[in-house]
């Protein structure tokens, strides 16, 4: 019905405009329905995590206390952002759900026009509506996390990219700068995202293009420098914009990692992994280390891990990538599949997820013509080059989140099919249909996941002080797998209970912890001395 009644308006800037705000317009909907039922939820009641941190330095910065006293350790676009919504709105978590609707409508909105731009209004009209219904996307509108911002910028930055590839115009190279230097400022690894432009400016255009690349240079440099300046006059040393790559390389590399978040025991998250890191670090170099020396000692423990045992290291790299193309958003600080399955919202409807995306983005690929591929390789390009930000690292629902600004107009061209073609409708039917049912499949759902989902609001509802409710949760992740809860969740359990007046409950949980962590007991010992040996 909305495609028809599109289609039927005879002026095609007309046409355009109306689609972009009809995609516009459905997808803010959808959204502040989302924020209303987010805070509605447990979660929607404080901050979690690198939430809470945004939002303590957001507070701190209103407070009087600037950008701090020593360099970024977390990207600081965000808490900048949300202190300037803090200043304006108060410290409300509702206006920040408002303002990522928004924010998220217009990423559908400059998705869309880049389809247009490129494929037609036809697959505008797809990629805006499976940007708008993409369920991670609507879910990034609850939290205050900086996933939303950073989609936004990059949007920008693919607008104004494809905008500079096709007419060579300075202030297109100039605008590109601008937005990627503040998609970097957000998501850090996006940095690697910076030669792609000059590579497709000079080999389309050659020397013409070297004016347009200087200012696109000038205006990444113009949005970067200033927090470099920032962290070498409050730590005497070079940051270009923060020091928490060297850890995260560890966390994807070490002996015990998956390929996912698989966190170390050992450092607290949050609000205190930065003290944390850093104190191990001073301990190891032996002496108070600057933050790029923090960095490059843990970036040097994962390196240690990759040399030690390269085919494991080989290993861990093809599932990360398996893990990147799974259709599962494997959770980081918030749970989407666990709050999809037990929170009353909208995201409980049948939504397009990446398995969805990625069929389409290959059936697209496979009947286009010559021309039309030729459309599809910048945004390939920046596709691949954004995978391979992520795999030194591990994947995790949000650091998989921004190739979908790429993936998702490539999946609208597969609406310019020419249906005369079919071999090619063929081939590419059944590839799209090989990628969904791979994407679909790996990883299988498994029992540590659901107890996992559990643990996560747990170890919220402890952090809230409601020892009753974290202890619902922590008994459903017992019961759904004893052995994926760590010992230091049951010792946390036994105290809740011991707050409670439960003396002979938070036995058990103590038991239970030395029962199924033996190798933990000196620890479990230390944390929760009430129980005599």
């Not at 901050?47 to 950008?67: N, S, T």
């Not at 029992?447 to 989902?453: L, N, R, V």
Request: aromatic share 10%; hydrophobic share 50%.
């Amino acid at each position: 019905m909305l495609a028809s009644s599109l289609f039927k308006i005879e002026n095609r800037k007309t046409r355009r405009l109306w689609l972009l705000l009809a995609v516009m317009g459905l997808a803010l909907g959808l959204r502040l329905v989302f924020a209303a039922q987010w805070l509605a939820t447990p979660f929607g009641a404080a901050p979690y995590l690198d939430a809470a941190a945004y939002d303590a330095v957001a507070q701190k910065i209103l407070g009087g206390a600037g950008l701090g006293e020593r360099a970024f350790y977390q990207s600081p676009l965000y808490s900048c952002f949300l202190a300037l919504i803090y200043g304006a709105a108060g410290r409300s978590l509702a206006a920040v759900a408002i303002i990522n609707a928004f924010m998220g409508a217009a990423t559908c909105g400059l998705l869309a026009h880049a389809a247009a731009r490129l494929f037609g209004l036809r697959a505008a009209l797809l990629t805006g509506l499976l940007a708008a219904l993409y369920s991670p996307f609507i879910f990034y509108t609850g939290p205050v996390m900086k996933e939303t911002l950073a989609l936004l910028l990059l949007a920008l930055f693919l607008g104004a990219m494809l905008s500079a590839l096709e007419s060579n115009k300075v202030t297109a190279g100039l605008l590109s700068g601008i937005w990627l230097g503040l998609a970097i400022l957000a998501r850090g690894n996006a940095a690697l995202l910076l030669p792609v432009f000059p590579v497709l400016a000079l080999v389309k255009w050659r020397g013409v293009a070297v004016k347009t690349c200087a200012l696109y240079a000038l205006g990444t440099l113009l949005v970067i420098l200033p927090v470099t300046l920032h962290n070498y006059g409050a730590s005497r040393d070079f940051v270009p914009v923060n020091y928490s790559g060297g850890f995260n390389f560890y966390i994807g590399n070490r002996a015990g990692a998956n390929g996912a978040n698989s966190y170390p025991a050992d450092i607290p998250t949050g609000l205190l992994e930065e003290t944390a890191t850093t104190h191990i670090a001073a301990q190891a170099l032996g002496h108070p280390p600057k933050p790029s020396e923090v960095s490059a000692y843990w970036f040097g423990r994962g390196l240690d891990a990759v040399r030690n045992d390269p085919s494991r290291a080989a290993e861990l790299t093809l599932r990360k990538a398996g893990l990147f193309f799974s259709d599962t958003e494997f959770p980081d600080n918030y749970n989407q599949p666990f709050f999809t399955r037990h929170m009353d919202t909208l995201l409980r409807l049948p939504l397009p997820g990446f398995a969805v995306a990625l069929g389409l983005v290959a059936f697209a690929w496979t009947v286009a013509g010559r021309a039309q591929r030729a459309r599809m390789t910048p945004v390939v390009v920046l596709a691949l080059v954004y995978l391979c930000s992520v795999l030194p690292f591990y994947v995790t629902d949000r650091y998989r989140l921004p190739v979908m600004i790429f993936l998702l107009p490539l999946a609208g061209a597969a609406a310019m099919v020419d249906f005369g073609k079919i071999r090619k409708l063929a081939a590419g039917l059944c590839l799209a249909l090989a990628c969904t049912a791979t994407s679909l499949s790996f990883p299988p759902a498994s029992a540590a996941t659901t107890a996992i989902g559990w643990l996560g609001l747990a170890d919220f509802q402890l952090k809230r002080k409601n020892d009753a409710a974290a202890l619902d949760a922590l008994y459903q992740a017992i019961a759904a797998s004893p052995r994926d809860v760590s010992a230091f969740m049951y010792v946390q359990g036994a105290h809740a209970q011991d707050r409670l007046g439960r003396p002979e409950k938070a036995r058990q949980l103590f038991e239970a912890a030395l029962r199924l962590h033996p190798d933990e007991e000196k620890q479990i010992r230390r944390h929760y001395p009430a129980v005599g040996p």
